[in-house]
């Protein structure tokens, strides 16, 4: 029961949305408690790992390789943890962009089924199985795309659905090679058959196959153009759960690919994967300085961080890879965050265009620190909570002598600085008088201290960091340790 919570509650919780269709006041709040418990339960799971190690459970009770096994360690913990947050906070952002009357019925089911996906992909160990979590993932994601959306909306969300849609296809081909060349589809036994087949060019192939699906569904260059204009067009309690969330299932996956499954001396893939990790920085953040609206700018910057996590990954060792996770928990909470000011702009301003935005320092000091202060994270300035995992990254770089990714991240960093202070002078610090600050609208007020809880979290990441790089040390050796992997999953060592 205990793996399981994070899988069952999620889906009820959607089932009895769908039944009780009619918008109402308690209709919300019963979805506000069960993301709440979602929360409390996730924080305990991580502190039962931490305290008693991994645990696996076999459904139908049938035994793994012929069962699918459900993992719950450190990293799957930890990303069931920033789920029930990220979800939580939108949830409620979510109920002040939007009066009850005006919500469509569907919004709180579907994001649900997406809580859901997202947490059977990051417990599962089974690679079908994964396929199956990320249909769950992505469907309700397209739902959620187009739900709200008018015409010209829908156009922007072609991209996004034509490149997922082949993606997936391709995800059903990677698990029909995988098979043919393991002979099964469970984690565990492909990790322990595949270090049988070291140097297998077979092996190489299905290791760049599965990185090209997984790296389409983590906005890796040069498929990450279905991303940027697909997420502003939704509401911004969505984009800030899609913008923080759904990018890093992928970054989860090539973890646990390149970590647990696959031998650790395919340096072609580990050096490919490193230089799409650089096109992805640098034109992804190219990208931001080029828009000149709030979500346009914020969007382009999820491919530029997902490129410093995927330069990490490329590198190959517990030091990198706890970089890895450790910027990704940054970013998910920064970046939902950033969205979230980006919708209290809208109710402030009307608009979030830079060109009609201003005024908002003087009327709302609360909401530009905390702008402020998430702006320089995401731009890696210490000692913010962006800052440690930048810092893990660029010395995992220079200790594997990448001076050139290094320097690109670097150049990545003071880009992402700029875009950000094109915002916090648009918005924020001009005095625009075609932009009113309409502060009688009061939901800005609850949506502020949504973002200085969220805010205060990343402030402990930075302040404190000692736990958190020692947590996510822990998560990195987990996964490149492949034998126990095994032992814990078969129950045999290899």
Known sequence: MQATFPLIVPFLTAIL????????????????ASAGAQLIYAVWMLGNVSANGPTVLYLGGWSAPFGIAIVVDHIAAIMVVLTALTALSCILFGYLEVSGRNEHPLRLPLVQFLILGINLSVMTGDLFNLFVAFEVMLLSSYALLTLEADDWDVRQAFPYLAINLFASALLVAVCGFAYGLFGTLNFAQIALRAQEMSGDPLLVAFGMFAMIVFGIKAGLFPMYYWLPNAYPIMPIALAALFGGMLTKVGIYVLLRLFGTLLPHDMDYLYTTLAWLAAGTMFFGVLGAASRTYIRGILSFHILSQVGFMMLAISLMTPYAFAAAILYMGHNIIVKSSLFLVGGATLVLNRTDRLDRTGNLWERTPVLGVTFLLLALSLSG??????????YMIVVAGFTAGEYVLVAIAIITGLLTLFSMLKIWLGAFWQKNEAAPVRIEDRSWVPMTGIIAVMTVISLVIGLFPEYFIQLCMTAAHELLDKESYIQLVLGTAP
């Open 17 to 32: 949305g769908v039944l009780m269709i009619r918008p109402s006041a308690r209709r919300r709040a019963a979805f506000a």
């Open 381 to 390: 300035i210490p000692p913010l909570s962006g800052f440690w995992g930048k």
